[in-house]
């Protein structure tokens, strides 16, 4: 057990849908990211927050925002879903945002688009 | 050009044998991170190992180590003992410095199968 929450375990939805994914990070980490794994593209970095603000920003689509809350958990909204957003979407943390910190994945969140 | 290549898509070991997971990476940071990730069939992903472009010595934890040849840029996980559980898709990644900072880099993964 990572001690990072992913919810929900698995969101069955249509095409024009919004969703929320929500995390909570390990206990003390302060540092989230946000992953994205699909057949064709692998794992790719959406997004990371440290303490509340942006961080870094990967090649996360207009569609997809996220947040990070005062009490350090993050949502991850996704909308006017496509059928090519179907994947599995990893939420990460770590103490700090540096380089020579591990991420700690969460169980992440299935994504499936009808 | 790749940031990180797991040349072999598949590898098969016996139970209780030695197996090296081949990983090389491309930056032209000074500073930079290596991590180990497995992936059982189940989804998650499990944190193995770490390695700092600055540490001397090559890191270990438990049944893992990794194999740092930082002039090959080469990170290769040398997993001891295989056991049954071993059985996964592992990933290779790296964290650099400068505007990649904060996200990991990961190879395509290789999938691992040890047999009785």
């Known amino acids: 057990d990572s001690g990072v929450t992913q919810t929900p375990k698995h969101l069955i939805t249509a095409t024009g849908q919004r969703v929320t994914l929500r995390c909570s990070p390990r206990?003390?980490?302060?540092?989230v990211y946000w992953y994205q794994q699909s057949l064709d593209q692998g794992l790719q970095f959406l997004i990371q927050?440290?303490?509340?603000?942006?961080?870094a920003k990967g090649n996360i689509l207009e569609r997809f925002s996220a947040q990070q809350f005062p009490d350090l958990h993050s949502e991850l909204n996704l909308s006017s879903l496509e059928l090519g957003d179907s994947a599995l979407y990893f939420c990460a943390s770590s103490l700090r945002g540096d380089l020579f910190q591990p991420q700690h994945f969460g169980d992440g969140t299935r994504l499936s688009i009808l | 050009a790749q940031k990180i290549t797991q040349t072999q898509p598949g590898m098969f070991v016996q139970e209780k044998e030695a197996v090296t997971l081949d990983c090389t990476y491309d930056t032209s940071d000074q500073s930079y991170g290596l991590f180990w990730y497995k992936q059982p069939s189940s989804g998650e992903m499990i944190f193995l190992i770490y390695?700092?472009?600055?540490?001397?010595q090559n890191a270990t934890e438990g049944r893992y180590s990794l194999n740092f040849q930082k002039a090959r840029k080469s990170a290769n996980l040398v997993i001891s003992a295989s056991q049954l559980g071993d059985s996964a898709m592992y990933f290779c990644a790296m964290r650099e410095g400068g505007t990649s900072y904060g996200k990991l880099t990961f190879g395509q993964g290789t999938i691992l199968t040890v047999h009785p």
């Open positions: 927050y440290y303490n509340g603000e942006e961080r």
């Open positions: 206990s003390g980490d302060l540092s």
């Open positions: 390695q700092g472009s600055y540490d001397e």
